[in-house]
Each structure stands twice: as structure tokens, then as C-alpha cells.
């Protein structure tokens, strides 16, 4: 068997064994929280690509840190890298026009991932957007979770950097995870007239040690995989025997999840959520106080984080079953969005996100406590409750089903976009 037949029988099997069996072993997966981290860590990366970079996201800002990180990519191309940049239309709407000349002047392949999003905003077709944030480089390393290319590095103003966290993957998972973005590339360059094709052969077998985590990939969009990631939280809370612990910036779960969590701590298992505590989206932040009160009733523990933006999407589940990625607990992610998380089945990992998730809590955070909750003035009531009728009513439009089913279920499968 040639050299290029058996690195696409190799990637295939990983891909199969990813798709079945969900966990892929040997895996080296570290955490990275908020730009700080996060933004040097791709940038290194970037720097030593040899072969081909691939880069989504769904915010690209036109400031100090997409500026440094265009940099990046254009030292890549130079040394003759194949660099592919996906860039969702809605998330960077403000962005020039000019970035995405230098980008492709720099010899980078850029491509908008569904241009058109006006007038016709509230049908589903125009709310379905690539929310995913992913860059893949080589067959070495990828990185995943909730961080778009924009400054997080520093405080603006008064106001701290979002907290949020993305991890840096090496092992066989980095396969399957370059798989997708491929695969969304090739698909959104169909579109395109087949501009900004992938280029290039088979990529040399990764030199990467990898590590001992069992780890795994999950995508939601619109075909195939519609519910992932709902399925796999899903399953990892129903199975909880002592802690649940969810940090999401939007958090606005159908019935099945209400039920699940309700369910865990009504069977002795501590579940604590951080959640938005700064009103940054006004109908999400006010819609998702309208179920505070049920949440309350059954025995879960709310903690708001004040100390800035709160962008994270992650959990961890009786220490060690541990998910990072882009997808909030929401109908726009559950049911519209391209998402990607990646789930970890690991003690350590499991312990380094739990600690900086409770010093979170107990530094930045405050909680909610019910008699409190019990006690907010009636206009408040209405407001989260009206948000909250809202949001469905703008599911309903965009012919999402969404309370009855939990996080929903499209009627119509449609192909892929």
C-alpha cells in the first residue's frame, strides 16, 4: 500500500472510530482560559505549520489581536503553507472588507460562510450560522472551544477580558478534527464556484506523542449530526452520581434538559450553574432569568459572574467527563448554529477545569439564592417572561420546535449547506 493510500485508510479509521465508539485514545488535551492564553498558543502554532493551516471563526474584529493573527497567517503562507480562514457573514458583519483583501493579497484563502444575512433575518436559513471556533494546523495539533479572533488579552476600559476557554489538542482526535474543517471548507468553496479549493496531497504522519486522554470530537449542524452534543450532555447528566457543574454564557435549555438537571439533584447529585451575570445580549440575558425559578425549586445552584463578560461553554461532570467548545445551552446553538465542542474523559483535565471554574465562583461570581429570587419585583417577572416568550416566538418563525422536545427537533432534515 502506497505512502497516501495509507494515510487515508489511517484518517478514515480514526474517522470511524471517532463516529462509533465517540472516544478516541491517546490524546494529549490542555486548557487554555481566555486570550491570554489562548492567542499565543495559535500564533506559536501557526508559526510552525509546515504544510496547511485551517482556521474558523465566528468572529474575525479588525483590531490589535485579528491584526496579529493575520500577521500570522501571512508568515505562513510565505513559507508557502496552504492557510484556510473561514469567517461566518452575521458574527463579523463590521468587519473591512480590507482585512479580507490584505488576508487573500497575503496569499491566505478566505471564504464568508453565507454572505447574505438581510433583509430576510427571522427565516431559519439566515439564522443558521458557522458559530464554530476551530484551528487545526498540520496533522500536529488543533485547538478548540469558545474564543473568536478578537482582543481578549487585555481589560478595555474598566472592564476585564471575557472569561472563556478554548483547549490545544495532540493526538489522534487532531485527524478527526481536521477532517470536519475540511470537509466544511470544501463544501462553503462549492458554493463559491469551487473558489479557494483545498490544495495540496496527503500531509506527513503527525510527530506529535499525544498522551494518555480519552477524548472526542463533536459537531452539530444541520444534517447528520443535529444533536450531538445535546445527546452527549444529555447522557453524561443522567448518568452524574455527585457533581454537575455548567458555565455558559447563554443558557437557555428546553424541557428534556430542565428535566435532567432537576432530575440529577433531585437524586442527590450537587448541580451548580455559572451563568451571565453583565447584560450583554438583552432578550438572552432576561429570557434565561425567566427559568431561575424552576431551576431554584429543584435544589440546583445558581452563581452569576460579574466580574466582566461571561463567554464561556463548558462542564464538568463528577470530575473527569469534562466538554470545552462553542456551543451554548441555547435554541440558537441546540438548533441552528455550526457548533464544535470537544469532550474529555479525564481525572486531571477534569480537576484543572472544575478548580478554575469554583475560584470563579467564589472569587467573581454571586449566587443566587432562592428566598431572593422569590422575592424580585413583579415588572421583573414580566420582563424575563416576555423575553422568554420572545426567543419562542422567534423559534416558532424560524420553524424551530423547541419547548416540547427539549433542545429541539427539526421537522425537515435539510442537506448540508
Not at 485551517?54 to 492557510?83: F, H, P, S, W
Not at 483535565?349 to 469554583?358: M, N
Not at 423575553?387 to 432534515?413: C, F, K
Amino acid at each position: 500500500m502506497s505512502r497516501g493510500k495509507r494515510h487515508r485508510h489511517s484518517l478514515h479509521q480514526t474517522v470511524l472510530a471517532a463516529s462509533f465508539s465517540g472516544f478516541v485514545p491517546g490524546n494529549q488535551v490542555i486548557l487554555l482560559q481566555n486570550g491570554e492564553d489562548y492567542f499565543p498558543a495559535i500564533e506559536a502554532a501557526f508559526d510552525r505549520a509546515q504544510h496547511e493551516i485551517y482556521l474558523e471563526t465566528y468572529i474575525y474584529e479588525n483590531d490589535a489581536t485579528g491584526q496579529r493573527i493575520a500577521d500570522a497567517l501571512k508568515r505562513a503562507a510565505l513559507r508557502g503553507v496552504n492557510a484556510y480562514v473561514l469567517i461566518d457573514a452575521f458574527g463579523s458583519k463590521d468587519l473591512p472588507r480590507s482585512m479580507l483583501d490584505r488576508l487573500r493579497a497575503d496569499g491566505v484563502k478566505a471564504l464568508i460562510y453565507r454572505p447574505t444575512i438581510f433583509p430576510w433575518w427571522l427565516r431559519r436559513r439566515s439564522l443558521r450560522r458557522m458559530h464554530r471556533k476551530i484551528a487545526v494546523v498540520d496533522r500536529e495539533i488543533a485547538f478548540v472551544g469558545g474564543i473568536n479572533i478578537i482582543d481578549d488579552r487585555e481589560a478595555t476600559g474598566d472592564m476585564p477580558p471575557r472569561y472563556d476557554y478554548a483547549v490545544a489538542v495532540e493526538g489522534p482526535l487532531v485527524d478527526v478534527i481536521r477532517h470536519s474543517a475540511r470537509r466544511l471548507w470544501s463544501m462553503v468553496a462549492w458554493s463559491y464556484f469551487r473558489k479557494g479549493t483545498i490544495r495540496g496531497g496527503a500531509l506527513p504522519v503527525s510527530t506529535s506523542a499525544g498522551g494518555h486522554m480519552s477524548a472526542a470530537f463533536l459537531v452539530r449542524d444541520n444534517f447528520r449530526h443535529r444533536r450531538d452534543i445535546e445527546a452527549a450532555y444529555l447522557r453524561a447528566i443522567g448518568r452524574a452520581e455527585s457533581e454537575i457543574i455548567l458555565a455558559h454564557a447563554y443558557f437557555l435549555p428546553g424541557v428534556d434538559f430542565r428535566h435532567a438537571l432537576v432530575n440529577a439533584a433531585g437524586r442527590g447529585v450537587r448541580v451548580v450553574l455559572l451563568l451571565q451575570g453583565k447584560v450583554e445580549y438583552f432578550l438572552q440575558h432576561y429570557a434565561s432569568r425567566a427559568l431561575y425559578g424552576n431551576l431554584l425549586d429543584g435544589g440546583i445552584e445558581i452563581y452569576e459572574y460579574r466580574k466582566s463578560f461571561l463567554h464561556a461553554k463548558v462542564a464538568v461532570i463528577d470530575g473527569h467527563w469534562a466538554t470545552v467548545g462553542s456551543s451554548n445551552i441555547d435554541p440558537f446553538s441546540l438548533l441552528l448554529s455550526r457548533e464544535a465542542n470537544v469532550v474529555v474523559d479525564d481525572k486531571e483535565f477534569g480537576a484543572t477545569l472544575t478548580h478554575s471554574l469554583k475560584q470563579a465562583m467564589e472569587t467573581d461570581g454571586r449566587r443566587i439564592l432562592k428566598d431572593n429570587w422569590n422575592q424580585q419585583p413583579a415588572y421583573f417577572r414580566f420582563l424575563s417572561w416576555l423575553s422568554y416568550g420572545l426567543v419562542r416566538l422567534i423559534m416558532g418563525i424560524t420553524g424551530s420546535a423547541y419547548e416540547n422536545s427539549g433542545a429541539g427537533d427539526e421537522r425537515t432534515p435539510e442537506p448540508e449547506d
